[in-house]
């Protein structure tokens, strides 16, 4: 990087933004910490972080945000990923941005990973790509560039992204194979998985896995399938103009009356209704 170069121990003075492909096989550093922030973006491919003793396996449109001083590394595991890292400290935070988040200091302590949907992933992709290029040209304007950049950037984010770490810490249970399927469930609901799908995830065979997700959570693992996929479809619903089937379909759900209906069901209003009302 410009001016500075970053490493486990020394502090940065600025918005430092890292965007480049790897290929499969690549270790991109040993187990450190360092006392900023660390914000990756999976623009293509996938990506595994291993963070203190949890493995974390990011795809395209997964954003993950490390606080200062937690353990971690990166393993590029198939193919190429275009991976875009963002480093910052707690004093690039505006205070308008901090205003915009409950309990921002609760927020930002912890690991947070969140999902852009494929919508929005190319507004992203292109506000990365202009601070990647500040990066790249640097100049005496760069550090205030970047650092508004980094406000519009985490702006966008809290008004398009989903979390995927609110739904899991829901679960109260220390039981590993429920976790794994809840995760699952959180990274793959836009897609068509079948209940054979999450069990693989999880290591049970799916009437075992249906047992023991519900003594765990006190829901089943359809159930909990569609509350996700509901609950993205309502935030998409008063965050964009999108179509209600568009939606529909990128929520994962097939069967757009059947979107209807269960909508209706959980918030008492249609999706047309629930979005006029908010």
Not at 130 to 150: C, I, K
């Amino acid at each position: 990087m410009n001016n500075e170069v970053r490493t486990s121990t020394d502090p940065i003075s600025r918005v430092h933004v890292d965007r480049r492909a790897r290929e499969a096989g690549y270790l991109m550093s040993h187990h450190h910490c360092h006392p900023y922030f660390e914000l990756s973006y999976i623009e293509h491919g996938s990506c595994r972080f291993f963070v203190e003793d949890t493995i974390y396996d990011l795809h395209d449109g997964d954003f993950l945000l490390i606080p200062p001083q937690l353990f971690h590394y990166t393993r590029y595991l198939v193919g190429s990923c275009l991976r875009c890292g963002v480093y910052f400290r707690a004093s690039d935070l505006s205070p308008e941005l901090l205003g915009t988040v409950p309990n921002h200091t609760a927020f930002f302590s912890e690991l947070r990973i969140f999902q852009t949907p494929p919508a929005w992933r190319r507004q992203i992709g292109v506000l990365l790509g202009r601070m990647a290029a500040e990066e790249q040209d640097y100049d005496a304007l760069s550090p205030t560039m970047l650092r508004f950049q980094l406000q519009e950037l985490l702006l966008l984010c809290s008004r398009v992204c989903s979390l995927i770490s609110d739904s899991i810490a829901d679960i109260h249970t220390t039981d590993r194979q429920v976790l794994l399927a809840a995760r699952f469930i959180n990274e793959h609901f836009r897609q068509q998985i079948t209940a054979a799908d999450i069990a693989a995830a999880s290591g049970f065979s799916p009437n075992y896995l249906s047992r023991k997700f519900r003594e765990a959570t006190g829901i089943g693992v359809h159930d909990y399938l569609v509350f996700i996929r509901l609950r993205n479809a309502a935030f998409e619903l008063i965050s964009t103009d999108d179509s209600v089937t568009d939606i529909a379909l990128r929520s994962g759900f097939s069967d757009s009356n059947y979107f209807k209906d269960a909508f209706k069901k959980k918030y008492g209003v249609t999706p047309r209704e629930y979005r006029k009302t908010r």
